[in-house]
């Protein structure tokens, strides 16, 4: 969330339409509008596969965007959320192992507190006829923002983590941030009291010293492993109760070096917010855990994307290891990553100027096969585009990978108005044109 956050809505349609151009190794796709009239719309998008049935895709984007695909992502159809308690962005969308869809965003409760919840919206059926929601106990007039969620794929427990706000955009150095953590275990009907992780706080300037992009995931036996970043650099907690007890104190992983709050010449706001996930498959890097981000340790004109690996469920760490395989002094940003389940193999989709001295900037996916010991990395956008300082691209972009289908999602900018695409990747045979 971010002052850009000051949007509007008109009427809404459903479209269900699939635009192509250009010449890619892979099929992209032009995910539907909610609002084609609006141009700052579909950005900070989330995308998820469903395991029970690959070709049943889903995807949100801000501001009340749900996208979905009944055919592996080759057309879609799009629609406007609603709620009791407001949609207002920052949409996480998971499915659980029965193929239950949940759809996570940030409140605008007219009759109450301005983003005083996270709410959980769900629908047992991809066209998304989604409940009115539920969320963990709001705690008065604090702010609650940027969550992330994952499902445990052998008992349907939920675990979201996220950033509270005593007072958002407060410069008051009484008024912190924290990172708060909430489980259901009954499917998103309810859900425990927000419970505090992390023992050092930071300030509420939604910037480098404040505490921010909380994610949680899981090991192979229950463990429950968070990492977030903020003025110390990056964090790790965790614990082997379910959540009942953490760590009296985090632990410092890697300074963040630039901070998380990065300047890219022509973005409006791009973080390097990390991502963390586990290998759950039987391959042979099970109950790895991998952390992904930006910084800008080799400069501030040459952002790079980074990847720390622990291999004794968090005791120990690698020293970081550069995912751009590129020896230019250009950026590469906004980073998002995924494990397919079924192998362990990991991918990671960010924004890429290698190839530009200006702002144009591609769109790149990476995966590595051994444990993140290599990475090979390819161009999926067909065509190149050029951002605008003055709009808001979202805070993250998305991918999705389950039995070799990856689907990656991203924002992109032609002529001022903001468009969301996604990509056929299929590895088993490397769908291409």
């Not at 996270?118 to 963990?136: A, D, E, L, R």
Request: aromatic content about 12%; glycine content about 10%; proline content about 5%.
């Amino acid at each position: 969330m971010k002052n850009a956050f000051i949007i509007g809505f008109v009427n809404f349609w459903i479209l269900g339409f699939t635009f192509l151009f250009g010449q890619s190794p892979f099929k992209n796709v032009q995910i539907p509008p909610v609002n084609s009239k609006y141009a700052f719309n579909e950005c900070e998008p989330s995308i998820a596969i469903n395991p029970r049935n690959t070709n049943e895709i889903a995807a949100g984007s801000v501001l009340k965007g749900y996208h979905y695909s009944i055919d592996g992502g080759h057309t879609w159809t799009s629609k406007k959320m609603s709620s009791t308690y407001g949609v207002y962005g920052d949409p996480v969308l998971q499915f659980d192992q029965l193929g239950r869809l949940y759809y996570f965003h940030l409140s605008d409760y007219s009759k109450g507190t301005h983003l005083d919840r996270i709410v959980c919206q769900t629908s047992n059926t991809i066209i998304g006829k989604f409940t009115s929601g539920t969320f963990p106990a709001p705690n008065g007039t604090k702010v609650q923002d940027k969550h992330w969620v994952v499902i445990d794929p052998k008992t349907n427990v939920l675990y979201m983590t996220w950033t509270q706000f005593d007072a958002y955009d407060s410069a008051d150095p009484k008024d912190t941030s924290i990172i708060v953590f909430s489980k259901s275990i009954d499917r998103g009907k309810s859900w425990t009291t927000p419970k505090r992780i992390s023992k050092f706080g930071g300030d509420c300037l939604d910037g480098d010293n404040t505490v921010e992009g909380a994610v949680p995931a899981l090991g192979p036996n229950g463990e429950i492993y968070v990492t977030w970043t903020g003025p110390k650099g990056l964090m790790f907690q965790k614990s082997l109760d379910g959540g009942k007890t953490w760590f009296s104190e985090e632990k410092h992983l890697s300074k963040q070096v630039g901070g998380w709050d990065l300047h890219i010449p022509g973005f409006y706001r791009a973080n390097g917010l990390p991502f963390l996930m586990s290998d759950m498959s039987n391959g042979p890097n099970r109950g790895n855990l991998y952390l992904n981000w930006c910084d800008q340790r080799n400069g501030e004109e040459n952002t790079d994307v980074w990847l720390l690996k622990s291999t004794d469920g968090g005791q120990s760490w690698s020293e970081p290891i550069k995912v751009n395989q590129d020896q230019t002094k250009t950026h590469q940003f906004l980073t998002t990553m995924g494990i397919d389940q079924s192998n362990g193999n990991l991918h990671f989709v960010y924004y890429d100027r290698r190839k530009y001295k200006g702002n144009s900037t591609d769109v790149v996916w990476a995966t590595s096969t051994d444990g993140g010991i290599s990475f090979k990395e390819e161009t999926i956008s067909e065509k190149p585009f050029t951002p605008d300082k003055k709009v808001f691209f979202g805070d993250y972009l998305g991918v999705s990978a389950i039995n070799g289908h990856v689907r990656p999602i991203w924002p992109r900018m032609d002529e001022g108005k903001i468009t969301l695409w996604t990509a056929i990747i299929d590895q088993q045979n490397q769908d291409k044109k």
